[in-house]
């Protein structure tokens, strides 16, 4: 701290208790050697403070600075001075550069111990030693030092040790000018903030003293930065949204400080704040009506609430706070004005369409009712005219010129912005009604695209997802994707939430082939799932509820994925397979192999072979001219051999194949039998 390293007392070099005679003779030292420019060294030159350069004009100040009796009590309280034996022992080890022993001296005689005769002089040495420190623990350590000292009725002893006897000083004033030269000593190197927490232990006079001080200078500029921006509002309004914006900037700083130092509940801290709430709430109305006149092409409405939502953070007083909720409000029904439009339009082409539908069909009805021709069945009805009368009864072309009006691009990113998950739920419904009744559809199909690609505000971030079975509840069911576990799929959600919200999710199972799994009776156009949810920064998981089925799986066999959306744009996909498990699959390879082994046993292994022996047998049998009995014998017994041979080999390849088969279909059981799934 600058106030110890250069206090006159240690240009001097001596102590703040030093007697009038030490003084003198100091100071005629002293100015001997300065007069002359040859250095000197005093024994209170401590290492702990660093280097110091002595000139004539310092020395001379330096003593000049300390003649008088609240000019020594003020350096005083920045110095050290010996008055007790304590102070004595330390300030030797503090010549000799150990610290740690003067300040374990010190240390012993306060800590825990109120101020008293003894000791007094070692609860300011202690402050002015901690002082020097970087650390905030020190410095907040030697603030209550020295505060404690000044507020106790030992300080007067302080005082005559230091002045003369018949001196006389108010402690609270002394406490106050003590805060002002700390606070100058530390507004550069801390905070308001961090300044003020290492007041943080003082009792609460000074912490009164505190907030007056620090509570007059940030007071002044909120309020002259207000009245500066009202000036700059009323003289151009166009720029009010800018003029709102830099005045929350300029000031959100002092009114943080205001409020950690009064805290809300205080009349001063609630007038500003809501003189501030008041004029940037202003700020934002005023923009929107001028821009609004001006037909502005930015996003005055949006930037409008943006204002009113950071009066509503400000203000404190109800009046102020209602003010900003109805302004908030009627913003917000601006807001949902042009998708409220654009309903409105789809609404009435999609009620005149079901209308002339009616009549259509009622007048058809009729004509078959009356018409004895068609009655007699001599005349029909076109029915594909009757279709294309009512495909034609409204004017597309009509339609699509007011989409055009209504529904432009910015129109399309101001719906999507908006928070009413209904409305605009109805809007996207009528949308797609709109795109299968049209005979000129291709305006409303670059409408819903459009719309689908830009990307909604979100209120939260998908960090990781994962796939999961559940029951028909959504209760997890802790297994593999399996067929054989497998009845309700649903995908849990880890995210992030960055401020509160109400949303709705669409959801889309698609399997391996690439088809959307839907139920029309249940599940919203185009999706398998909706879920509607509110979420707050709490909230870490979400799990969308499973689709499936609660008697069998109705998944099929490889890669499926479910995809997740936010007004029709997709804000997540997760990839998965469906397999079959190793039971499952090993039961299936068994009842093959046992199959196999049926087949196996019906079939007669060399059978073309044998049968073609046996044919030979029976030519050989039939009589022959010329032919002897032996010779007819031979051959027979021959081809009987042959015969024979086949039918073992038939019978050895079949058991062959049979103990191979049987093998198998045992190994199988076996694996299936350690199966874990």
């Not at 339009?345 to 009616?358: G, M, R």
């Not at 995908?491 to 709705?504: G, M, N």
């Amino acid at each position: 701290m600058e106030l110890i390293k250069n206090n006159p007392y240690r240009i001097a070099g001596i102590l703040s208790n030093a007697t009038t005679k030490e003084l003198e003779k100091q100071k005629g030292k002293i100015k001997a050697y300065t007069k002359v420019g040859k250095e000197i060294k005093t024994d209170f030159d401590f290492q702990i403070l660093g280097r110091i350069d002595r000139t004539e004009d310092s020395v001379i100040k330096a003593f000049s600075n300390v003649e008088q009796n609240q000019d020594k009590v003020n350096y005083a309280l920045f110095w050290f001075l010996n008055a007790s034996p304590f102070d004595n022992t330390a300030i030797e080890y503090l010549k000799n550069g150990d610290e740690d022993k003067a300040l374990e001296i010190w240390e012993k005689v306060t800590t825990d111990k109120d101020v008293n005769s003894k000791n007094f002089s070692a609860f300011n040495n202690l402050g002015t030693y901690k002082l020097l420190s970087r650390k905030k623990s020190d410095i907040k350590t030697g603030i209550e030092a020295k505060i404690k000292l000044i507020e106790s009725d030992y300080f007067e002893s302080f005082v005559h040790s230091v002045a003369d006897e018949t001196y006389t000083i108010d402690n609270q004033k002394q406490s106050e000018k003590l805060i002002d030269e700390l606070l100058t000593q530390l507004k550069n190197q801390f905070s308001s903030s961090e300044t003020l927490q290492l007041f943080s232990g003082c009792n609460g006079t000074t912490q009164k003293y505190l907030s007056k001080k620090f509570t007059e200078e940030p007071l002044h500029k909120i309020e002259r930065q207000i009245e500066s921006c009202k000036k700059k509002r009323k003289a151009d309004k166009g720029k009010a949204y800018e003029f709102g914006s830099r005045l929350f900037t300029n000031t959100k700083d002092d009114l943080s400080l205001l409020k950690s130092l009064l805290g809300t509940s205080d009349l001063i801290y609630m007038a500003i704040a809501d003189q501030l709430g008041n004029e940037i709430m202003q700020c934002g109305i005023d923009y929107f009506n001028e821009s609004q006149e001006n037909d502005s092409s930015e996003d005055f409405l949006k930037q409008a609430q943006e204002l009113n939502e950071t009066a509503l953070s400000i203000a404190v007083g109800k009046l102020t706070r209602d003010r900003a909720k109805d302004s908030l409000a009627t913003l917000e029904e601006m807001k949902d004005r042009e998708v409220a439009q654009a309903i409105a339009l789809l609404q009435s082409v999609k009620d005149a369409y079901e209308t002339n539908e009616q009549k259509i069909r009622e007048q058809v009805k009729e004509l078959k009712e009356s018409d004895p021709l068609i009655r007699l069945g001599h005349r029909t009805i076109n029915q594909s005219a009757v279709e294309d009368n009512i495909k034609n009864s409204i004017d597309w072309d009509k339609v699509n010129d007011l989409l055009k009006e209504i529904l432009p691009d910015e129109s399309l990113e101001r719906i999507k912005a908006s928070s009413n998950n209904e409305l605009k739920s109805e809007f996207v419904e009528l949308a797609y009604w709109l795109k299968e009744y049209s005979q000129s559809n291709s305006l409303i199909n670059r409408v819903i695209e459009n719309y689908k690609g830009i990307p909604p505000k979100l209120s939260f971030k998908i960090v990781s997802s994962k796939v999961q079975i559940t029951d028909s509840k959504n209760v997890l069911i802790d297994k593999p994707l399996y067929t054989k576990f497998i009845r309700y799929i649903g995908l849990k959600l880890d995210i992030e939430v960055t401020e509160s919200s109400s949303i709705s999710l669409y959801v889309k199972y698609v399997n391996p082939s690439g088809k959307t799994k839907l139920n029309k009776n249940l599940t919203p156009l185009n999706y398998t799932i909706q879920t509607d949810t509110t979420l707050n920064i709490q909230t870490k998981t979400l799990n969308l509820p499973g689709w499936g089925n609660s008697e069998k799986c109705t998944y099929e066999l490889g890669e499926h994925r479910i995809e997740v959306y936010v007004d029709e744009y997709l804000i997540h996909t997760k990839k998965y397979t469906i397999d079959l498990a190793p039971s499952e699959r090993l039961e299936k390879e068994i009842a093959s192999a046992e199959k196999k082994l049926r087949e196996i046993n019906q079939t007669d292994y060399y059978e073309s072979e044998i049968r073609s022996a046996k044919n030979e047998m029976s030519e050989i049998q039939k009589f022959k001219l010329f032919r002897g009995s032996s010779e007819k014998q031979s051959q027979i017994q021959a081809q009987q051999t042959k015969i024979d041979k086949l039918t073992q080999r038939s019978k050895d390849e079949k058991k062959k194949h049979i103990q191979t088969q049987e093998e198998k279909i045992y190994k199988l059981k076996m694996e299936l039998s350690a199966a874990k799934y």
